[in-house]
């Protein structure tokens, strides 16, 4: 909302939660890039977390229905994939949410040169502290979880499994 009270597209976009992570908003995620209100309605550039997300079509169609039912008359997304997203771009907020969620948010990506994204094999050596009770050394237990952008991880200290976000 302005000051004033008027609702905004970007107010409403803001609002609109990740499918996959309800948690956080799309907005807190990092994978809206631009909102832009026009005489011919509401456009909306987002980024995929990664390549072949199968949350898109859901993101997609959660952010017509809220602009639609707020009011809006017309709304578009388009996708936006240059520059890729990365977890640089979760906002410290949603990374707090997804710890309160018990799931370990990513630290910072690692940085590369700029060009073809190299493909390395083995495994990166991080350290990840558990989102529960803070113990600093976990271990993972598989590379992958409910999602791609996740890991399945177990602290040896309060015995839990937790999921990790990827630092992509």
Same mark, same amino acid.
């Given at each position: 909302? %302005?000051?004033?009270?008027? @609702? ?9 939660c990740?499918? #996959? ?9 990092? @994978? ?10 509401? #456009? ?10 199968? +949350?898109? #079509?859901?993101?997609r ?13 017309? $709304?578009?997304?388009? %996708? !936006?994939?240059?520059?890729?997203? %990365?977890?640089?771009? @979760?906002?410290?907020?949603g ?7 018990g799931? +370990? ?5 690692? !940085? ?14 991080? $350290? ?9 050394? %976990?271990e993972? @237990?598989?590379a ?6 996740? #890991? ?17």
């Open positions: 909302m %302005t000051p004033g009270g008027t @609702i905004t597209a970007a107010g409403v976009v803001a609002t609109v990740d499918p #996959e992570l309800p948690m956080v908003t799309l907005t807190e995620l990092g @994978i809206v890039r631009e909102v832009r209100e026009s005489a011919d309605g509401v #456009e909306v550039a987002i980024t995929p977390t990664y390549s072949g997300c199968p +949350a898109m #079509e859901a993101i169609d959660d952010i017509v229905k809220a602009l639609l039912d707020a009011g809006f008359g017309r $709304a578009a997304v388009r %996708t !936006q994939l240059s520059p890729a997203w %990365t977890t640089d771009w @979760i906002s410290e907020t990374k707090a949410k997804l710890a309160a969620a799931i +370990a948010p990513p630290g910072a990506a690692p !940085q590369r040169a700029a060009g073809p994204v190299p493909l390395v094999l083995g495994v990166r050596a991080e $350290a990840v502290a558990c989102p529960l009770c803070g113990h600093a050394e %976990t993972r @237990i598989s992958f979880s409910a999602t791609a952008c996740r #890991e399945l991880r177990r602290c040896p200290a309060c015995r839990e499994p937790f999921e990790h976000m990827k630092e992509i």
